[in-house]
């Protein structure tokens, strides 16, 4: 299985093994991973409440409130390690990430494995 790993703001994430700063692994619960996936998936391009809605909690029902709290969680982690604003709230539209983001597969340990 081949995964992608992004990088931004002195960062590293992928959503298996989680997010990365100087080498360092930083706790993140389930939920604020998959929002931040999303977003660094989109590469910079808005993602709306819905599509985070069906992407994150699978089309359950949420609240606005939800989200918001979701996405303020994501950014008080990556505050809590670079000041910089990385995630932006598009009025009425959505979210998106706010600095450069770099992409790479990464081919698993496991996938090389022969049974």
């Not at 960062?11 to 989680?18: I, M």
């Not at 998959?34 to 660094?40: D, G, I, K, P, S």
């Not at 939800?66 to 000041?83: T, W």
Request: glycine fraction near 6%; include cysteine; aromatic fraction near 6%.
């Amino acid at each position: 299985m081949v995964a992608h790993s992004f990088s931004f703001a002195g960062f590293t994430f992928d959503s298996q093994s989680g997010l990365y700063r100087d080498g360092q692994r930083l706790p993140l619960p389930p939920i604020e991973i998959r929002v931040l996936a999303m977003l660094l998936e989109a590469e910079g391009r808005v993602v709306t409440k819905q599509a985070l809605i069906e992407g994150v909690w699978h089309g359950a029902a949420v609240s606005d409130n939800s989200i918001s709290r979701a996405v303020c969680a994501v950014r008080r982690h990556l505050r809590e390690h670079c000041r910089l604003r990385i995630v932006q709230t598009v009025y009425r539209t959505g979210f998106c990430i706010a600095v450069p983001i770099g992409r790479a597969a990464v081919a698993r340990v496991e996938d090389t494995l022969v049974p």
